[in-house]
């Protein structure tokens, strides 16, 4: 199999995003010839153009490493184990973040989704979920999705699994990843038809989730950290499911 080039890469990245090669040169500081030149092999790119090209382009870093490989360069950016001590002070953060939004469900998930931090709360959501869901790596999308899971407990389970599919297939899209690819096929083998037409017209999907305490009604929200030029770092969510209405946030009030 013929090994992909770095104009073939820049070019597929180009096209993905849906930007010209001017609309590209303007934003890297270069010239719409010298883009035409790199993307037909005409010019080699130095090391800090092929990252200002990259950044352009919000190629995520782990990406940023594969172009940088196939110019010829070494990796940039480090891709630090999540227990390794020089994380230290990341996970201390992650932990504070997720005592903070306490009583209200929070997780951390990496690219794939598969957790890597949860606050206590979270329990309330996993309540009843099959202990092999739970086994490490825990995957988050599976864990919600599978019938083992959460899903008997999801009121609008429907809507609920087409608005995680959805985000999945864009996040692919944007990012490809043959895992999620894999993942999206799994689950969509297990939930219902799409709907037909919204069955919510507020601002969100909520999750109208059934549990010991009541049935809640969540929304979520997803946070980056925005500035992180390490691989691990770079790729970290952290989603907080957050009361839609004051009754649900009584319930996840109580002791």
């Given amino acids: 199999m013929p090994t992909r080039s770095f104009a073939d890469d820049l070019r597929s990245w180009r096209r993905r995003r849906g930007v010209s090669q001017l609309d590209l040169a303007l934003r890297a500081g270069t010239t719409q010839r010298h883009v035409s030149f790199i993307e037909s092999g005409r010019s080699t790119p130095g090391r800090a153009m092929v990252i ?3 950044e352009s382009l919000e190629v995520p ?11 010829g360069y070494a990796p940039a950016y480090p891709r630090t184990d999540w227990a390794d001590p020089a994380m230290a ?6 932990e504070q973040i997720l005592r903070g939004h306490e009583p209200y469900p929070a ?8 957790l890597v931090a949860a606050n206590d709360a979270f329990a309330v959501i996993t309540e009843g979920v099959a202990p092999e869901l739970l086994v490490p790596p825990v995957s988050v999308p ?12 999801i009121g609008n389970f429907a809507a609920w ?13 944007r990012t490809p990843n043959a895992r999620t690819d894999e993942l999206i096929a799994e689950l969509t083998a297990v939930v219902p038809e799409r709907p037909t037409g919204p ?6 999907v909520p999750l109208q989730l059934d549990s010991a305490r009541g049935r809640l009604t969540l929304i979520t929200t997803l946070t980056q ?29 109580i002791p």
């Fill in 61 to 71: 870093l782990r990406e940023r490493n594969v172009l940088l490989l196939s110019a």
């Fill in 199 to 204: 069955d919510h017209l507020g601002f969100a």
């Fill in 161 to 173: 699994a087409w608005h995680v599919l959805d985000a999945l297939r864009a996040q692919t899209a």
């Fill in 107 to 114: 997780i951390v998930v990496d690219r794939d989704g598969d």
């Fill in 52 to 54: 200002r090209l990259a």
């Fill in 89 to 94: 002070p990341v996970r201390t953060a992650v």
């Fill in 225 to 253: 950290f925005a500035t992180a030029v390490d691989v691990t770092v770079a790729e970290l969510r952290l989603e907080a499911f957050l009361p839609a209405d004051a009754a649900t946030e009584s319930l996840l009030r």
């Fill in 142 to 153: 599976r864990v919600f999705l599978d019938p083992r899971g959460v899903a008997p407990r």
